[in-house]
């Protein structure tokens, strides 16, 4: 069994199917998706290609909660919970996900999407061989401190500098949120490949930034097994 851990799709169906096929999970591997499935998407965003390709993939998916998630999830809260006359008068969705969506989906799908969104988890905490890890969306917590709050997780804090440089003792923490390009300049890293738009790692070894800027131009969708340590790009 592998396990195959995957940065911030942020709607690219056509680099997720990619990426799909260069890892070519099997029934028995298991993917995990770091969050941020929606919004942005370049110039051909899919929300719903890629949420339904999501869930017909024959293999353990995991799927931990992103900030775009959750804003995406609050808004299909607040719109369907509007009465059908004043919904006109509710502020647009920042981004572009949820018209794409109540296009093709049905307020039940829609307010679905949202609960199975709001019940993912913050993060994931897994054992392979020796290694342990950690799996957040902005930033991973010593689950010897207990759980944090949601923000923590979702968007990171002010402490953002140390943790990236100092990890978490005893794990390897592996996140997405911020776009790997931010640590151009940061010393106490390197890229793993391609400067700017591929995995960064920490000068320990223990922290791994996956958001490669997906979504975005001339971004790429990351992933790597956790077994082996390959890396993809797509």
């Not at 929300?47 to 293999?59: A, D, E, H």
């Not at 440089?165 to 794990?171: C, E, T």
């Not at 790997?180 to 890229?191: E, K, L, T, V």
């Amino acid at each position: 069994m592998a396990t195959y851990v995957i940065g911030d799709i942020h709607n690219s169906l056509k680099k997720f199917d990619e990426m799909i096929k260069l890892i070519l999970p099997t029934t028995q591997d298991q993917i995990i998706l770091l969050g941020d499935i929606f919004d942005r998407g370049g110039a051909e965003p899919e929300p719903v290609g890629v949420y339904f390709r999501i869930c017909g993939l024959n293999t353990n998916v995991k799927w931990i909660r992103g900030n775009h998630d959750y804003l995406l999830a609050k808004y299909i809260y607040t719109y369907y919970g509007t009465a059908p006359k004043k919904r006109s008068s509710v502020q647009p969705y920042r981004y572009n996900s949820f018209d794409l969506m109540k296009d093709r989906l049905t307020e039940t799908d829609m307010l679905n999407l949202a609960d199975q969104i709001m019940a993912l988890p913050l993060q994931i905490e897994i054992d392979i061989g020796s290694e342990k890890y950690l799996l957040a969306h902005a930033m991973t917590i010593d689950p010897m401190h207990g759980e944090q709050e949601e923000t923590m997780y979702l968007e990171g804090s002010t402490e953002m500098q140390k943790y990236w440089q100092y990890g978490i003792k005893g794990y390897v923490s592996l996140i997405g949120n911020h776009d790997s390009g931010y640590q151009c300049n940061n010393p106490y890293g390197s890229y793993l490949d391609d400067k700017l738009n591929s995995i960064w790692m920490n000068e320990l070894g223990n922290i791994y930034m996956m958001d490669c800027g997906c979504g975005l131009p001339n971004g790429r969708l990351a992933g790597i097994c956790l077994e082996t340590r390959e890396r993809f790009y797509s």
